[in-house]
């Protein structure tokens, strides 16, 4: 496998939050893991510390009863590295210690992170999914919020706000003025002034249903929120309609309980837009979980492609490997226009599209149009989606853009991508995708002109349709081309 490491050991995270305590297990590439289980309880930890400074006995019995559940089942799945924090409720609480005594006897090893651990940890996250993001990681959990500044890496000096969603009907209760003060205030007493014309990234769940709805009252094409990205103004626009109560036509995949919490989260999302006056949104569906994960990894494997390390792995299913896509996407590559600036995507690409022609034939536009609109991928964003998607159509022989795929990508890129596909067709219907197949063959530009070179043992896999083939690639890119065997002999022009 060429530079991604695909073991598929499982790893838990067991997050104690002040809203609700969750086990997550994973397995699948280290760098872009998979969910294989994923459970939450709603304890409400946090929620009655703004009255009585501690945990209920009720909230503390609902979370020491899933804590146990978790731990049973951990034993029973053999799942052997397990990570378990707490956050804000614990930490805030006066019988916070206390309780996670209690969950100690259970096996299990709790660690309390900080303020600025756990936005360092959320930040993490985002780094992960987002590789090379700049900006600012804002992570709303039940309670608090967690901001710190990004670079690449979480930067130092992240600060966390009680801004909690059970934290904000009380604070909005005193009315929109004092509720906005009371933002503006906790921002600055933390000396918090940075994020000015940069990216916002999103994480929490009461936030992901934001984006939700924010894509339902859009129409946007793609059912994932991870890596949604609106304007700012666009955002504040929404947040300040959400925050106004009542959500008509919620979208369905919105619990109840996420739906209760939806209009506090917009109005704080509104005074963080006015006050941090970022460039734009863009909402992660990685957050403190998967940033624990990454922060477990070696150097080497976190600098891994997080897009590759995901179709890799969801193709292994079809067995089409990443050598594979690496092969037809270096033999392709000279009928590809800027095939060293779009390495990984075009890779990953024509990956997807190999592992297509595995599914059941009646069925490939459909599997294509649900791998590029519901699927989530890491690493990928929707420009990303939509030539990946048109690159699964294109090799199917299929060249007419979608009216979807046009909010996703421009048409140049969806245009190139169309070429992609046509050269992916073009490479493994006449080699097979086979290494003897691939060496015995070649693509090159030659004078404006498309070259297909065949050596004599490969002379025989050329045939009329691959003809139709080379010509419809040759067209699309709107070049003559020829063919020819070893020694220069014309056999086609």
Not at 34 to 55: C, F
Not at 229 to 244: G, I, N
Not at 318 to 340: E, I
Request: glycine content about 10%; hydrophobic content about 45%; charged content about 20%.
């Amino acid at each position: 496998m060429i530079g991604i490491s695909l073991s598929s050991e499982k790893r838990a995270i067991i997050d104690i939050g002040s809203n609700t305590v969750r086990l997550v297990v994973y397995n699948g590439p280290p760098r872009a893991p998979v969910v294989i289980l994923n459970e939450k309880v709603s304890a409400r930890l946090g929620k009655d510390l703004g009255r009585t400074g501690a945990i209920s006995d009720k909230a503390m019995r609902t979370a020491l009863s899933a804590l146990a559940r978790f731990a049973a089942l951990l034993r029973l799945l053999g799942v052997d590295n397990v990570e378990c924090v707490a956050t804000a409720a614990a930490r805030d609480a006066a019988n916070g210690a206390e309780f996670l005594d209690a969950v100690r006897g259970f096996g299990l090893a709790p660690r309390l992170l900080s303020g600025e651990e756990e936005a360092r940890a959320s930040a993490a996250g985002v780094i992960a999914a987002f590789p090379g993001a700049r900006g600012i990681a804002a992570d709303l959990g039940g309670g608090s919020l967690e901001l710190v500044e990004i670079d690449g890496e979480a930067c130092a000096g992240g600060i966390t706000l009680p801004f909690g969603t059970l934290r904000l009907p009380d604070m909005r209760a005193a009315g929109p003025q004092k509720f906005a003060a009371s933002v503006r205030a906790g921002l600055k007493a933390r000396g918090w002034g940075k994020g000015r014309d940069l990216p916002l990234y999103i994480v929490g769940g009461s936030w992901r249903a934001l984006a939700l709805q924010a894509m339902r009252v859009l129409q946007w094409p793609v059912d994932d929120p991870h890596g949604f990205q609106l304007p700012a103004s666009e955002a504040l626009h929404l947040a300040r309609l959400f925050a106004k109560g009542r959500i008509d036509d919620p979208d369905p995949r919105i619990s109840s309980a996420r739906l209760a919490t939806l209009p506090d989260a917009a109005a704080l999302l509104t005074q963080l837009i006015a006050s941090l006056r970022p460039s734009r949104l863009v909402f992660s569906s990685w957050g403190l979980r998967e940033g624990l994960l990454h922060m477990q990894l070696p150097k080497d494997i976190q600098r891994e492609s997080p897009m590759l390390a995901s179709v890799a792995a969801f193709a292994l299913n079809a067995r089409v490997s990443l050598d594979d896509a690496s092969g037809v996407a270096a033999w392709t590559a000279p009928a590809c226009r800027d095939a060293a600036r779009d390495g990984d995507l075009r890779k990953a690409a024509s990956l997807l599209a190999l592992a297509a022609m595995r599914t059941e034939p009646n069925m490939r536009t459909e599997e294509a149009l649900t791998w590029a609109l519901r699927k989530r991928w890491i690493g990928l964003d929707m420009r990303g989606r939509g030539m990946m998607a048109m690159t699964v159509f294109a090799n199917s022989g299929l060249t007419a853009i979608p009216p979807e795929f046009t909010r996703l990508a421009d048409k140049a890129d969806l245009d190139r991508a169309i070429g992609w596909g046509l050269a992916v067709r073009l490479c493994r219907r006449l080699t097979g995708g086979t290494q003897a197949g691939l060496a015995s063959t070649a693509l090159s530009l030659e004078n404006g002109r498309l070259v297909l070179s065949l050596k004599e043992s490969a002379r025989p896999l050329y045939n009329g349709g691959i003809s139709k083939d080379l010509k419809a690639l040759a067209e699309w890119l709107g070049l003559e081309w020829s063919v020819e065997a070893t020694g220069g002999v014309l056999i086609e022009a």
